[in-house]
């Protein structure tokens, strides 16, 4: 297999005016690599997609596929496969319609993979999407896209506006029928709890800069979670400067964070457990741009 | 199917296309028909209402006589419909957010605006033609099963309607029409309403700020202004009066322009529709 990465970012930033949306954004995505791209709302997420698709300018340099992508861009969408929003999908069009187009249009569409995987959906051909439940559109989108033959498959918010449910069965989709030996992952969700089974790489935005990228094992070795009263958190913060609350319990108790991989030095705090990932993107947006008040975000 | 047929079967569908010049080509031949009995019965008297002394309907001697209402009346029906697929093409894209499945396949912007042109100047006329060539026949048809009189002659000049000339002429106004299309926020028709008044109403400003003080309605007609009387002389004497080389002469500036125009519109088409990340 290949080391060159399928998508390589150096140094990318992105302005709107004089508000900065990206600065300095440098990682790499590399074949078996599922990146989890977080962030809370506005911190560039979206944007940073945008750029390494060549949809919108920026500064900085990227690779994807080792092409330049707003030169390439449409390419580079034969061998890339990109999700957004599932409401994009065209509502007047029959799932059959949209195979024939995809059929006509793109190179590397597997139109027998498709109906492989429709066969395992309850996805009508013949009816328009607008009839459809967000289930379904979820599994067409879904089954479309991963009938390409793609290298990098970009997902952006892909879940926005699904329950629980629909959220775990596309997950469950994606696992089944994707083929991480060949190709990698991008995926973007401020919706940190969901992606935790999924990912590989971990990389965190807050107001347009990384504040964390690691992989995922080193990312739960390094950070450590306690349940303490509330009243000796003062005490544990002389010691500790680092551990910040994450989570309040009843009972006047909390759950606060260590960044370290000294368990012995904190033992004392307490048990020592293994935080969710979730609780791990509170603790450093909490780090690195609020002070601990106490208020939950 | 290839690349150029999935794009155009895609525009075909999106907008709905194929019902909707049935529609209006309906539409169309209602009108023509409700034309030709309102002159009908203007030419009946009173004693020609007892049916065996009614002149009968002569479908020939009355195409070559109407013939040129009937295919002028077709070819500014078609203009109308090429105006509101230019205006809708784009904007619906954005409407339902499908721009970004759109634009998430390997298709450049270049080539899904040049697709919508070809749908403008050439799929749509020539649909339009067949049905309604096609409606006409059957309408008239039925009237020479009224009158016994089976032998219909179809004028060599209404395959003259749509001519490529006309089209190119008109390149502009479809051309900003798709413009107000891509960049209009809630309505591209009242966007371009407006963009016409500005127009004018510019003109009118800068007439007033020369010191020549004139109505909104001489700017309107073109009898005073700077560029509106400009492109109204040229398209009435190249569209109304006819061509001829003399004229075509005369003009070489304003085709000019409207080369540079066109360019100038199709890159900004294409650069909108990347802004529509």
Redesign the interface.
């Known amino acids: 297999m290949s080391t060159d990465p399928l998508l390589r970012l150096s140094g990318v930033s992105k302005y709107y005016g004089k508000h900065c949306a990206l600065e300095n954004i440098t990682f790499d995505v590399h074949a078996g690599q599922v990146v989890g791209l977080m962030g809370h709302n506005g911190a560039g997420k979206s944007t940073c997609l945008?750029a390494s698709l060549g949809?919108?300018q920026a500064g900085g340099s990227i690779e994807l596929l080792g092409l330049e992508p707003l030169k390439n861009?449409?390419?580079?969408?034969?061998s890339v496969?990109?999700?957004?929003?599932i409401?994009?999908?065209?509502?007047?069009?029959t799932t059959n319609?949209l195979m024939?187009?995809?059929?006509?249009?793109?190179?590397s569409f597997d139109e027998d993979r498709l109906i492989r995987m429709l066969k395992l959906s309850n996805v009508p051909l013949n009816n328009r999407i607008k009839t459809f439940s967000k289930g379904m559109v979820t599994q067409l989108y879904l089954a479309l896209i991963l009938s390409i033959d793609c290298r990098l498959l970009v997902l952006d918010e892909p879940t926005l506006g699904l329950d629980v449910l629909m959220k775990s069965r596309f997950y469950q989709y994606l696992t089944n029928h994707y083929d991480l030996n060949t190709g990698g992952i991008i995926i973007s969700s401020h919706q940190v709890e969901e992606l935790e089974d999924f990912l590989t790489h971990v990389v965190i935005l807050q107001d347009g800069h990384i504040i964390l990228k690691a992989d995922i094992d080193t990312l739960f070795k390094r950070f450590k979670q306690v349940k303490i009263q509330q009243d000796t958190y003062s005490d544990v913060k002389k010691q500790c400067p680092s551990a910040i609350i994450v989570q309040y319990h009843p009972k006047g108790r909390c759950s606060i964070i260590l960044d370290s991989d000294d368990e012995s030095t904190y033992a004392a705090f307490g048990q020592l457990s293994q935080p969710k990932l979730r609780d791990i993107f509170i603790y450093l947006i909490k780090q690195n741009g609020q002070t601990d008040t106490g208020a939950l975000i | 199917?290839?690349?150029l047929?999935?794009?155009i079967?895609?525009e075909l569908?999106?907008q709905?296309l194929v019902g909707r010049i049935l529609i209006i080509s309906l539409c169309y031949v209602f009108y023509i028909v409700l034309y030709t009995i309102l002159l009908s019965i203007d030419q009946i008297t009173l004693e020609q209402l007892n049916y065996d002394r009614l002149p009968k309907f002569n479908i020939n001697v009355w195409l070559v006589e109407h013939n040129a209402f009937i295919w002028d009346s077709a070819s500014n029906w078609c203009l109308l419909f090429q105006s509101f697929y230019t205006l809708s093409c784009c904007f619906d894209e954005r409407a339902?957010?499908?721009?970004?499945?759109?634009?998430?396949?390997?298709?450049?912007d270049t080539?899904s605006i040049a697709t919508k042109l070809l749908v403008v100047f050439l799929l749509i006329p020539i649909g339009w033609l067949l049905v309604c060539s096609f409606l006409v026949f059957l309408t008239f048809l039925c009237f020479s099963f009224y009158t016994l009189d089976y032998t219909i002659y179809l004028p060599f000049t209404w395959w003259e309607v749509f001519r490529l000339w006309d089209m190119l002429l008109l390149s502009p106004i479809f051309l900003s029409l798709m413009l107000c299309s891509s960049t209009a926020k809630s309505s591209p028709a009242i966007q371009a309403i407006v963009s016409f008044l500005i127009i004018i109403f510019s003109e009118l400003l800068v007439l007033i700020i020369l010191g020549r003080p004139t109505s909104i309605i001489e700017v309107f007609i073109g009898n005073a202004g700077f560029v509106w009387p400009h492109i109204l002389n040229f398209y009435y004497t190249l569209l109304w009066e006819g061509y001829s080389i003399d004229k075509l002469l005369d003009f070489k500036y304003e085709f000019l322009v409207l080369v540079v125009y066109n360019v100038v519109a199709f890159l900004s088409l294409v650069g909108a529709r990347?802004l529509q990340?």
Do not use: C, T
Not at chain 2, 96 to 108: A, G, L, N, T
């Open positions: 945008k949809l919108i861009r449409s390419k580079l969408l034969e496969a990109y999700i957004s929003d409401s994009v999908l065209p509502d007047w069009a319609q024939a187009y995809m059929n006509a249009i793109h190179p | 199917m290839n690349r047929q999935g794009l079967i895609k569908l999106e709905k339902d957010k499908s721009i970004v499945f759109w634009r998430s396949m390997p298709i450049s080539i990347k990340a």
